[in-house]
């Protein structure tokens, strides 16, 4: 009795956990396998098609395309903006977790993250364009890497706060007993015992960074546009390239894949990085 | 020399008062124990002497010094933790020298002192290891390493021994008290294990409620409690407690019907303190009661519910006078006795002379104490 009713709880997960996956898998098969086709077998929806290298050809070596800079953007402004924010957000989960504070310094700061964190990004994006173009930043690295770090920086901190309130009172006790400043317990205490989640959130926000269009669409120039932007602009008037466009997307995903793949293991790792026993 | 003086300390989380006025001297060299039941504040005070937790009052003093706003790195005081605290990411030598180098010791310096505490503990070989791979009993030893090394004049243990398994914390046990006496620092220990607190301590200090029930060596207070708390927490099995009026008889005193062997002295200072004639509570150790061939006017009937065999001695667990009593019988003066013993059986009991105590019923004070 109780193996049947097991199995059918089993089969109703799996599908789900099979269906979910189809969800999110089935689209980006669809894109990876148009980025191998020729434009007329993707217009007229041919799932079997002859191979081609043809559309990353164009994406990275024609005239016309300047993806390979685009790509480099899209590099400068997530990892710029991952540093500031990490480092921003590391110090103030310690300070805010383990300092001594009022409590309502605390709890305005981690409200105010918070309520930043729930209002939609296109909310910030006029006013932010407004802000810049009258201080002629519109267009610059700045814009964007700055814009960046202030609607991650939430996140960043809600992460951060969780690996950091994780580590042990005792050993914060410990260190202060063994003579160390606030300065020194970050560095010599916190930073290695946060070392994990540290990278695991590092790698979320390089993740969000590098993939955010809104504020990039609205605050780059075509000096500064960054590779999800320039996927967008291969959707032109007169002719919608899908072939590019299906390339650009495979190879705007490869960096968000590998740092999924290292940042998950170490989200794990950096649990139980903490253990006092 | 490190004395640690503590006035009128007071400690409270709002409107929660966890530490109530409290003074207290340590005196230098001294081994002394705070002991309570959970919630009792010891461990709070503990901290609050490290500088690990505010004050809401009062002053702390090390050898006539106020350190009451200084810093704990700055108190010379070194702490063992209950958790033991290590830095996981940083090998056994690096955790015991991580004090002295934030002072900037001289690199001679504390490679010295790390060998003379290597092989004080027996850590010799497992500088490089890291606290993961170590027993729980080689990382309570690093955890000490890491006070040795400051050569502070005062150590504070908070429940050093509560992680590590009975036989070994019977072993560890020794070999802190040695160690203790070795350095010739004052040693604070806060412990909820009376057998440690009695073992290892000069002088106890016995905590309830953030209050001080009384200090003294563990002689004294095992064999004159101050009062009706003290005698329950101290001692195992528990003193047994009967509650009924009080009254004498010439030299004869009694309680319920059973008769208390009482000195001169005893039955005068009963009598000053005015409570013949009134119900008190009387409290008697599971060994000290003389069990008697047969009944005689004023002896306890006790009738047998358990009977728990620990090697040298025997627990009589059972009923007597609506109350449940404990005998505690030595196995080489009562063997046959003991053997003989079933559920059901009936023994008289009859307090000896003096090895008992009255407490006041509302005050809970020993009056019997001298």
Redesign the interface.
């Known amino acids: 009795m109780s193996v049947r009713r097991l199995s059918a709880g089993r089969l109703f997960s799996n599908t789900l956990v099979w269906g979910y996956a189809f969800l999110i898998l089935g689209p980006m098969v669809w894109v990876l396998s148009n980025a191998f086709k020729f434009q007329i077998d993707i217009l007229t929806g041919k799932i079997f098609a002859p191979f081609t290298w043809r559309n990353f050809e164009q994406l990275l070596f024609s005239r016309q395309s300047n993806f390979l800079a685009n790509l480099l953007n899209s590099a400068i402004v997530a990892t710029a903006s991952t540093l500031i924010v990490i480092v921003i957000a590391t110090m103030a989960a310690f300070t805010l977790a383990r300092l001594k504070m009022p409590d309502w310094i605390r709890w305005s700061v981690l409200g105010w993250a918070l309520l930043f964190h729930m209002l939609p990004t296109l909310t910030f994006v006029g006013s932010w364009y407004q802000m810049f173009a009258a201080v002629g930043l519109h267009g610059t690295y700045f814009a964007l890497i700055a814009t960046h770090v202030v609607f991650n920086l939430p996140m960043a901190l809600f992460l951060m706060m969780t690996f950091v309130t994780a580590l ?1 009172e ?2 914060i ?8 400043s606030n300065g ?1 317990m970050f560095w010599r ?1 916190v930073m ?2 946060v070392r994990g989640g540290l990278i695991a959130t590092s790698a979320l926000m390089f993740i969000f960074s590098w993939s955010d269009f809104a504020i990039a669409l609205t605050l780059s120039s075509t000096d500064t546009m960054t590779a999800p932007v320039a996927i967008a602009t291969y959707a032109q008037e007169y002719e919608i390239r899908y072939g590019e466009m299906a390339a650009g997307a495979a190879m705007s995903m490869i960096p968000a894949l590998t740092l999924i793949l290292v940042g998950q293991s170490f989200v794990v790792r950096g649990l139980l ?5 | 020399m490190a004395e640690v003086q503590l006035n009128s300390i007071s400690k409270s989380y709002g409107a929660t008062t966890v530490i109530d006025d409290l003074d207290l001297t340590i005196e230098s060299k001294e081994f002394v124990a705070l002991v309570g039941p959970s919630g009792s504040g010891k461990s709070t005070l503990l ?1 609050i002497i ?1 500088g ?1 937790e505010d004050i809401s009052g009062g002053t702390i003093q090390l050898d006539g010094r106020d350190v009451t706003h200084i810093d ?3 108190r010379d ?3 063992v ?9 940083m090998s056994v030598a690096e955790n015991m020298t ?2 002295l180098r ?2 900037k010791a001289p690199e001679a310096e504390v490679q010295k002192r790390l060998d003379q505490a290597l092989d004080i503990l027996g850590l010799r070989g497992f500088e490089d290891r890291k606290p993961g791979q170590l027993s ?1 009993g080689q ?1 309570q030893r690093v955890a000490m390493g ?1 006070a040795i090394v400051r050569q502070p004049s005062v150590f504070l243990f908070d429940e050093p021994l509560s ?1 590590l398994d009975a036989k070994l914390r019977a072993r560890t046990r020794l070999e802190l008290r040695e160690l203790h006496d070795r350095l010739g620092a004052t040693s604070i220990f806060v412990t909820h294990d009376q057998i440690e607190a009695m073992t290892m301590a000069d002088r106890i200090v016995l905590l309830d409620g953030g209050k001080i029930q009384q200090v003294g060596t563990p002689k004294d207070i095992y064999r004159s409690p101050a009062n009706r708390f003290v005698a329950g927490f101290i001692g195992s099995p528990e003193i047994n407690i009967l509650t009924g009026p009080l009254t004498r008889d010439g030299d004869e005193l009694k309680l319920n019907q059973i008769n208390l062997p009482a000195s001169k002295a005893r039955l005068k200072q009963l009598e000053a303190a005015g409570s013949i004639g009134k119900d008190v509570e009387l409290g008697i150790r599971p060994e000290h009661f003389e069990v008697l061939k047969s009944a005689n006017d004023g002896s306890l009937a006790l009738t047998v519910d358990a009977i728990e065999f620990t090697g040298q001695d025997v627990f009589v667990v059972g009923q007597a006078e609506g109350a449940n009593i404990t005998l505690r019988m030595d196995l080489r003066r009562d063997g046959k006795l003991a053997e003989s013993l079933a559920r059901g059986t009936v023994l008289h009991l009859a307090p000896t002379k003096d090895n008992w105590h009255i407490f006041d019923i509302d005050s809970g004070l020993c009056l019997t104490r001298g």
């Not at chain 1, 006790?173 to 160390?180: F, K, L, P, T, V």
């Not at chain 2, 933790?81 to 990411?89: G, I, R, T």
């Open positions: 042990p005792d050993l006790q410990a260190a202060r007993m063994d003579g160390c020194a205490i290695p015992l990085a903490g253990a006092v026993k | 901290r490290a690990l704990p790195s700055d005081m070194a702490m933790f209950q958790s033991y605290a290590l830095y996981p990411h991580f004090a934030m002072r729980g990382r890491r992680n």
